[in-house]
Structure formats: structure tokens, C-alpha cells
């Protein structure tokens, strides 16, 4: 009698295992399927992200823009320079863009322009997923620092040649040290790697 409750144990804790087995393989594939839906559509909303920043990074007409296809930007640690972009009169490189994603206090994406004299034209955040009423603010636009900027508009029309530094040249938000921090990180890997960029096709 024993033996015969030992192998209905063992027997109904295969079918259990062979269910939640089942069960994983369903969620996977169903996961997968609606990857291959939102994907696309994703891809879709970050492009037109970009193609809207680039026109305010660089809006005068007569300009076109293109994705850097002739150089890779090195990955530091955990900050990877997605793409790079530059903006063109004719065949002159007149500014560039980079797009560069790494940890805040959680994760976040942005948008870097700047002309080839380093000067900033503008930062934008594709993703932030910071803590609501803290790290957010970074990328709220009702959210003003004490200088009556918006954290991320502070940093346009400002040089980017010597890197930024909270406390130095732009503002960290009081009780988001850390993502301050990190953010300005992302934007020197960022210029960092658009001014060598520069520098390999010549531009001054």
C-alpha cells in the first residue's frame, strides 16, 4: 500500500510539473506573439521620437539628417551609445546627434544634439523609468529649477567641450542627486563620442 501512494505521489507530481511546463510554453509563445506585434510599432513611435528632436535640435530649413553608419562608439560600462546622427547642409556636417541609454536611478534613454563647436542644442529623454515625483522630474516639463529651467533645458546653448558637472556648470534636482548625476553621464558619453566623430571626419 505504501509503495502504491509512493508512485501516485510521484506520478501526480510529474503531471504537475508536465502542466506548469506546459503552461511556461504557452507564455512564451504568446509573448512572443505580441512582441512581434508591438515591436514594430514601437521602433515606429522611437523613430519619429528622434526625427521630431532632430528638427528642434537643428530647425533651420535646407538641412538633412542622417544615421551614422561609419563608426562605433565604444560601450563604457553600462552606458551604450545606441545611434548617432548628424545634420547636413549639402554635404557639410554642421551638427550631430547621439542616442545613448544607461542606468539613472532605474533606466533611461536620451537624445543629445550638439553643433561641431560643442555647443548643446537640446536634450531629449525617449524612455525614463525613475521614481515618480523624484527622478521623473527630470523629464517634466512643469518641473522648474530654481534658475527657472526645465532640468533638461538648462544644458542647451551650453558648451559641452569640458563635460558637465553637477554643481559646476549645470544643476542637480534636490532629492534626485542620482539621477541627476547619471543623466549627465549619459549626455558626456554622448557628446564625448559625437566630437570624436567630428574629429574623424575632419570637422572643426
Same mark, same amino acid.
Given at each position: 500500500?505504501?509503495?502504491?501512494?509512493?508512485?501516485?505521489?510521484?506520478?501526480?507530481?510529474?503531471?504537475?510539473?508536465?502542466?506548469?511546463?506546459?503552461?511556461?510554453?504557452?507564455?512564451?509563445?504568446?509573448?512572443?506573439?505580441?512582441?512581434? $506585434?508591438?515591436?514594430?510599432? *514601437?521602433?515606429?513611435?522611437?523613430?519619429?521620437?528622434?526625427?521630431?528632436?532632430?528638427?528642434?535640435?537643428?530647425?533651420? +530649413?535646407?538641412?538633412? $539628417? =542622417?544615421? @551614422? !553608419?561609419?563608426?562605433?562608439?565604444?560601450? #563604457?560600462?553600462? *552606458?551604450? #551609445?545606441? =545611434?548617432?546622427?548628424?545634420?547636413?547642409?549639402?554635404?557639410?556636417? /554642421?551638427?550631430?546627434?547621439?542616442? #545613448?541609454?544607461?542606468?539613472?536611478?532605474?533606466?533611461?534613454?536620451?537624445? /543629445?544634439?550638439?553643433?561641431?563647436?560643442?555647443?548643446?542644442?537640446?536634450? %531629449?529623454?525617449?524612455?525614463?523609468?525613475?521614481?515618480?515625483?523624484?527622478?521623473?522630474?527630470?523629464?517634466?516639463?512643469?518641473? !522648474?529649477?530654481?534658475?527657472?529651467?526645465?532640468?533638461?533645458?538648462?544644458?542647451?546653448? %551650453?558648451?559641452?567641450?569640458?563635460? $558637465?558637472?553637477?554643481?559646476?556648470? $549645470?544643476?542637480? /534636482?534636490?532629492?534626485?542627486?542620482?539621477? +541627476? @548625476?547619471?543623466?549627465?553621464?549619459?549626455?558626456?558619453?554622448?557628446?564625448?563620442?559625437?566630437?570624436?566623430?567630428?574629429?574623424?571626419?575632419?570637422?572643426?
Amino acid at each position: 500500500m505504501a509503495e502504491s501512494a509512493k508512485k501516485e505521489n510521484a506520478w501526480s507530481m510529474l503531471k504537475l510539473g508536465l502542466v506548469l511546463c506546459a503552461y511556461a510554453v504557452i507564455a512564451c509563445a504568446m509573448l512572443a506573439v505580441v512582441n512581434n $506585434f508591438t515591436a514594430p510599432k *514601437i521602433a515606429d513611435n522611437q523613430a519619429k521620437k528622434v526625427s521630431a528632436a532632430m528638427q528642434e535640435f537643428f530647425p533651420e +530649413s535646407g538641412l538633412t $539628417f =542622417e544615421t @551614422v !553608419k561609419d563608426f562605433t562608439p565604444p560601450v #563604457v560600462g553600462a *552606458i551604450t #551609445v545606441d =545611434e548617432m546622427y548628424v545634420a547636413k547642409r549639402g554635404d557639410k556636417i /554642421i551638427g550631430g546627434a547621439a542616442q #545613448v541609454t544607461g542606468p539613472t536611478y532605474d533606466q533611461g534613454t536620451i537624445l /543629445i544634439g550638439m553643433k561641431t563647436d560643442g555647443t548643446v542644442t537640446g536634450l %531629449k529623454f525617449l524612455k525614463l523609468t525613475d521614481s515618480p515625483g523624484f527622478g521623473l522630474k527630470a523629464n517634466d516639463a512643469t518641473f !522648474k529649477l530654481p534658475n527657472g529651467k526645465t532640468f533638461y533645458g538648462q544644458f542647451e546653448g %551650453k558648451n559641452a567641450a569640458s563635460g $558637465f558637472t553637477a554643481g559646476e556648470n $549645470f544643476d542637480a /534636482i534636490s532629492g534626485a542627486t542620482i539621477t +541627476s @548625476v547619471a543623466v549627465s553621464s549619459l549626455i558626456n558619453e554622448g557628446t564625448k563620442n559625437i566630437f570624436a566623430y567630428f574629429d574623424k571626419k575632419g570637422v572643426n
